[in-house]
């Protein structure tokens, strides 16, 4: 039975990347902060730890105890929603360690074992913001960068047949959605060909295509998911 690791795994996209891979018979190994009504908590092929990734220095103890990962899924993230003008610092510190220095102490921490195998597979879930923009700076920042480490790395582990990739989705039906001011989302939903927002379960299958079946020559890719919102 092959492994898969996922950050956030207990709601939104990474909830229904964690179905996606019980479908496939995988044990999932879900990191997050708490799990509340976590659909799967008694699932006998989920295991649940709860762990802050903000505590980057304690990561590469965390994986090392876990055996050996065949996919890493980097699905936790926030936004917080605060003005280019107004967000304090210790926010930004915090956004960075959520949204780009976990992921990257993540994949280093993992792909030390998937080298030892020449095999592995490693999905980031970013966002379009981290490619038009967003009016969270931090937000977008941290999204361009974990795309930008998503292309590094594939160059980095490629020749250890190791395939780093990531998604990068427009809004999303999950609870982040309520952070976005009404009037932009009614604006965003006339941007794209179907009216309406992606599904978590788009995302999640697009994620767990690249962590499973994607053909071995795409590798250091970003899949758009925006229905035409940002063609290109």
């Given at each position: 039975m092959k492994t898969v690791l996922i950050t956030g795994g207990n709601?939104?996209?990474?909830?229904?990347?964690?179905?996606?891979?019980?479908?496939?018979?995988?044990k999932v190994i879900v990191v997050a902060r708490d799990f509340a009504e976590f659909e799967f908590a008694a699932n006998h092929q989920v295991q649940s730890i709860q762990f802050d990734i903000t505590q980057i220095g304690d990561i590469p103890n965390l994986v090392s105890n876990l055996g050996?990962?065949?996919?890493?899924?980097n699905n936790a993230g926030i936004m917080l929603s605060?003005?280019?003008d107004n967000y304090p610092q210790e926010k930004?510190?915090?956004?960075?360690?959520v949204n780009i220095e976990a992921p990257i102490a993540f994949i280093s921490a993992v792909a030390k074992k998937m080298i030892q195998r020449k095999s592995g597979?490693?999905?980031?879930n970013a966002s379009i913001a981290g490619q038009i923009g967003h009016p969270d700076i931090w937000y977008g920042i941290t999204k361009a960068g974990l795309i930008n480490a998503t292309k590094s790395y594939a160059k980095?582990?490629?020749?250890?047949?190791?395939?780093?990739?990531?998604?990068?989705?427009?809004?999303?039906?999950?609870?982040?959605?309520?952070?976005i001011p009404e009037a932009r989302k009614a604006t965003f939903k006339q941007s794209v060909i179907s009216h309406r927002?992606?599904?978590a379960q788009e995302v999640a299958a697009a994620i767990g295509w690249l962590g499973t079946e994607s053909p071995e020559y795409i590798n250091g890719i970003c899949i758009?998911?925006?229905?035409?919102?940002?063609m290109r």
């Open positions: 709601k939104g996209i990474g909830l229904e990347t964690t179905r996606f891979f019980l479908e496939r018979n995988y050996d990962l065949d996919v890493l899924i605060l003005p280019y930004i510190e915090y956004i960075n360690k597979r490693i999905v980031n980095i582990l490629g020749a250890e047949g190791i395939l780093v990739n990531a998604v990068a989705a427009s809004p999303t039906e999950t609870d982040m959605l309520a952070t927002f992606a599904t758009d998911i925006n229905n035409g919102s940002f």
